[in-house]
């Protein structure tokens, strides 16, 4: 049973540049959240979607948006980079948008920004 | 608005040694869940237990222990006789009920602990 999937692993981009993260849910599930984890710091909550909707979003500018495919993937896609936008960052997959989910992670994608 | 604090940054422990992992939160729900996620070098956060508000019983699971205390809003972790694979980042993170369209989840700063062989 795959788990939660996310590609690629790391990424080069550079400063103003655009970038795409796709990540594919553990079976079965249907949510995808997306989070941004800075060095040394915890994940933040960046959205979530479920039925292909933008269902709750963190405190992220309008430069950071997704998409979720009827197949429940997911796409994050962050415009204008700054170089304050490296990080890792985290696709978590759940069965539906409940408090009391269990959330599944992937490995990330190392996102740097020169 | 909700916060969740891990004061110890760092941990060192010889192998075989207890260490406990403190976990102090903040929210103004009356229902909530709170959670622990470890996260080894590889990056994937790895889920180990997940308690709601209602629930105070401690919880036992191998060598891992949870101790949920709501009067000092606390959800503190140990580890009995801890091993080298023990080591990693571990992260307590709460969410709340009133997100009733997402489970977003708030994480605290992490505490990495090093098990020394």
């Known amino acids: 049973d795959a788990g939660v999937t996310q590609s690629p692993t790391h990424l080069i981009k550079t400063r103003g540049q655009q970038v795409t993260l796709r990540c594919s849910p553990k079976?079965?599930?249907?949510?995808v959240s997306w989070y941004q984890q800075a060095l040394g710091q915890g994940p933040q909550f960046i959205f979530q979607?479920?039925?292909?909707?933008?269902?709750q979003r963190g405190n992220f500018p309008d430069r950071f948006s997704g998409h979720q495919f009827p197949n429940y993937s997911s796409e994050l896609n962050v415009n204008a980079l700054l170089l304050g936008d490296s990080a890792l960052y985290l696709c978590a997959s759940s069965l539906g948008p409940g408090a009391n989910t269990e959330a599944f992670f992937g490995q990330g994608t190392r996102l740097t920004v020169v | 608005a909700q916060k969740v604090t891990q004061a110890q940054t760092e941990i060192s422990v010889v192998e075989k040694e207890d260490v406990t992992l403190d976990c102090v939160y903040e929210?103004?729900?009356?229902?909530?869940?709170l959670f622990w996620y470890k996260q080894p070098p590889s990056g994937e956060l790895v889920f180990l237990i997940r308690r709601n508000s209602f629930d105070e019983q401690n919880e036992i699971s191998g060598r891992y222990s949870w101790n949920f205390q709501k009067s000092t809003s606390s959800f503190n972790f140990t580890i009995t006789a801890s091993q080298v694979v023990d080591s990693a980042v571990y992260f307590c993170?709460?969410?709340?009920?009133?997100?009733?369209?997402?489970?977003?989840?708030?994480f605290g700063t992490g505490t990495r602990l090093t098990v020394i062989p």
């Open positions: 979607y479920y039925e292909e909707e933008e269902r």
């Open positions: 079976s079965g599930h249907d949510t």
């Open positions: 993170a709460l969410s709340e009920s009133h997100q009733t369209g997402a489970n977003n989840l708030f």
């Open positions: 929210t103004r729900d009356t229902t909530y869940y």
